[in-house]
């Protein structure tokens, strides 16, 4: 790949799109572009590495459905791309093709993103998750069908990790459980109960004293 060096991480966002951190925590990204998602105020694409505009002091960089997700190292986090259902996190469903705030955030320490929705553990072992909540992945009770905003997971405190699949996420706790919440037509939920949605976290059956959760796909 041209003109990349001091990579230290990389990632895609699953529509043709790559993105580099590099060791001075700026960030490269090449390929598909239509929804702005190579972040440099443009929606044509790019078949070279080109900066992301405005990014400084990024510690991770995540994407996925065509929009990019950027955590910086004062605990802020920078989107951009796509928003049809509010993954921006910025209150509008605008699309955006150079980094902007998440709004609310000031202490996050992680973020993963899969489908049109993202995920971030704060500071405080919470969780705050935004965008779509077609199957209940926000965990907010009702039928709202996204937020276009971080809103917090009811219930859930004392969170040491967070990971998420297609469209269910999952909280390990300090104390060693962990809790899951969103779709579980194939039983991802871990519950036991019948193959329905939850909106609140439900706890895995059967795992205590647990140190790391991963998820992808319908598996954790």
């Known amino acids: 790949v ?35 998602e ?10 070279v590495p080109v900066q992301v505009t405005g990014l400084t002091g990024v510690t991770a960089v995540t994407a996925a459905y065509g929009t990019a997700y950027a955590l910086l190292n004062d605990g802020s986090i920078r989107a951009w791309g796509g928003n049809r259902v509010g993954q921006l996190g910025n209150g509008t469903n605008a699309d955006r093709s150079i980094p902007g705030p998440v709004r609310g955030l000031s202490d996050a320490t992680s973020i993963t993103a899969t489908g049109a929705s993202a ?3 704060l500071a405080d072992g919470t969780v705050r998750a935004w965008g779509d909540n ?11 069908p996204f937020s ?8 859930l405190s004392g969170v040491a990790m967070a990971a998420q699949g297609t469209a269910t996420k999952y ?15 194939m039983g991802q939920l871990g519950s036991g109960m019948p193959v329905h949605d939850s909106s ?4 895995v059956r059967g795992i205590t004293g647990a140190v790391s959760i991963t998820a992808d796909g319908d598996t954790a």
């Open 2 to 36: 041209q003109g990349l060096t001091g990579v230290t991480a990389l990632t895609t966002g699953g529509g043709g799109t790559a993105y580099a951190l590099l060791t001075d925590g700026t960030v490269r990204a090449w390929g598909g572009n239509s929804n702005g």
């Open 148 to 155: 276009s905003l971080p809103v917090g997971i009811s219930g």
């Open 171 to 185: 909280a390990l706790l300090a104390d060693g459980t962990v809790w899951a919440w969103g779709n579980n037509f």
């Open 200 to 203: 609140v976290p439900v706890r």
């Open 119 to 121: 995920f971030t553990l």
């Open 134 to 144: 077609y199957e209940q992945q926000l965990g907010v009770s009702g039928t709202v």
């Open 38 to 47: 190579l972040g440099n105020g443009t929606t044509g694409d790019s078949n």
